[in-house]
């Protein structure tokens, strides 16, 4: 039961355009949203997160959007740099109860590549 | 200012050996997670640690898999009788607090073979 899904296994796109990566769930108790970046034989890095209240959040290059009516948030990465290419999870975190705690869910990843 | 530090990086079992993994985590973070990822997937959720207490033990395996988090040192992740199928990496993080963000050391690298 995959709660979490990032359908595009892989991204290629060009340096300087803009990168759109997406993540759509399916449990309606999720209420924060995570982005996860991760190079080869390293652990994820935090990148941007979102709470269900908001429907987006802005950091510098990165930012995050929230539709939850579609049970959809999407990544956008402009402008893209070579730097960038990494595989790039989307988490979420249920509230139990009203208490939260970093559990999180986490979707496939999406290889993202940047090309010079 | 170290990180999240895991050991070993690697480490290759035979079946049926027992597998050991520490983590540290940063310092002032009392709150560790182990998650494992096993090829072509995401992280799974493992396990929540306090010092001294589990808080959250839903993405264990029943049988094999055990962790702590004693009073001093670091916390332990053990395997035993190791079969194939846990050959994954496996991810710790801590935090400072349930609702801080987690940070993630590099894994461990469990070859069962």
């Known amino acids: 039961d995959q709660q979490v899904k990032q359908n595009s296994p892989s991204l290629s796109v060009q340096e300087g355009r803009i990168s759109i990566l997406n993540c759509d769930y399916t449990?309606?108790?999720?209420?924060?949203f995570l982005w996860y970046k991760k190079y080869p034989a390293e652990g994820p890095t935090f990148l941007i997160s979102i709470s269900s209240i908001k429907d987006k959040n802005e950091d510098g290059r990165f930012t995050v959007f929230l539709n939850k009516s579609a049970k959809h948030l999407s990544l956008h990465i402009v402008p893209s740099q070579p730097g960038d290419s990494a595989v790039y999870f989307c988490a979420a975190r249920a509230n139990a109860g009203g208490t939260s705690y970093g559990k999180l869910t986490f979707g496939q990843g999406t290889i993202l590549t940047v090309h010079p | 200012n170290a990180g999240v530090m895991q050991n070993p990086r690697h480490l290759v079992r035979r079946r049926g050996q027992e597998a050991r993994l520490r983590c540290s985590p940063m310092?002032?973070?009392?709150?560790v997670y182990w998650y494992r990822q096993l090829p072509e997937e995401g992280l799974k959720f493992m396990v929540y640690l306090q010092k001294e207490n589990i808080i959250d033990e839903s993405g264990m395996p029943k049988e094999r898999f055990s962790a702590e988090f004693p009073k001093e040192g670091p916390s332990i992740l053990r395997i035993q009788q190791v079969v194939r199928g846990d050959s994954a990496a496996y991810f710790c993080?801590?935090?400072?607090?349930?609702?801080?963000?987690?940070?993630f050391g590099n894994g461990t690298r469990l070859t069962v073979t």
């Open positions: 310092k002032g973070h009392s709150h």
């Open positions: 993080a801590s935090s400072s607090g349930a609702n801080s963000p987690l940070h």
């Open positions: 449990n309606s108790m999720f209420d924060y």
